[in-house]
């Protein structure tokens, strides 16, 4: 079975510093990665992903990620934060089982950024 | 084009009523599904369908019922609410080829009481 960890349930930065956010999976297969974002009060939307074309990721709004095999860790970076980016951010690992993917994905608990002015 | 719609935004039924939860998508999207959200737990696989005319189960789906309409439509059925089944309701649709990555509605607020 597949599964997620997400470190920290809320991490805290300044205005102006890096953005970093922990993801591991497990999966028992080389696994599609995702990362959303999820504003109040709103669904979640697509930041990057992970489709085993290229271990750095870029996405949008200027968060990248980096996939690493041997540490199966999947972190999401920003080199410098902005108020706008005070979020929930969700990792998600899918390993494409029956009938390709479709069975849903897993996802960690969430991580709350904040940002201090 | 909208994405994935869901009707209502909110709701709040007393234990035991019954309730659908609609959902429909605008990107032929193949597989739907719905998740869960409630506090410190992420998201939680309710039901999802690969397919038009299939449904599968997921990781919560005791309290629950899907039907797949048609290739745009998947609604979620709370038969006799329960205050456990408060919560925030999601859901996606996703491609069945390439990467997976799934598409959101805006959820659904649902207070039972």
């Known amino acids: 079975a597949q599964s997620v960890t997400q470190l920290g349930s809320h991490v805290s930065v300044s205005e102006g510093a890096l953005v970093l956010l922990r993801c591991n999976y497990s999966s028992s297969v080389p696994p599609y990665l995702f990362w959303y974002v999820q504003y109040p009060n709103q669904g979640l939307q697509l930041l990057l992903k992970y489709t085993s074309a290229a271990t750095l990721v870029k996405g949008i709004n200027g968060f990248e990620a980096e996939f690493k095999k041997s540490e199966t860790s999947f972190h999401l970076t920003k080199p410098s934060a902005h108020m706008s980016d005070a979020a929930e951010y969700f990792c998600a690992v899918s390993d494409g089982r029956s009938g390709g993917g479709a069975d849903g994905l897993t996802f960690g608990k969430g991580t709350h950024l904040i940002i201090q002015p | 084009n909208a994405g994935v719609t869901q009707t209502p935004k909110f709701q709040v039924l007393k234990t035991g009523q019954s309730m659908t939860l609609q959902c429909a998508q605008d990107?032929?999207?193949?597989?739907m599904y719905w998740y869960r959200q409630d506090p410190g737990m992420g998201l939680r696989l309710i039901y999802y369908?690969?397919?038009?005319?299939?449904?599968d189960k997921g990781e919560v789906p005791n309290g629950y019922n899907v039907s797949r309409l048609n290739k745009r439509e998947f609604s979620l059925r709370l038969e006799s609410a329960a205050p456990s089944q408060t919560s925030v309701y999601f859901c996606?649709?996703?491609?069945?080829?390439?990467?997976?990555?799934?598409?959101f509605g805006p959820g659904t607020r649902l207070t039972v009481t």
């Open positions: 990107m032929n999207h193949n597989s």
């Open positions: 369908s690969a397919s038009e005319g299939t449904t």
């Open positions: 996606a649709s996703g491609r069945t080829t390439g990467s997976y990555e799934q598409y």
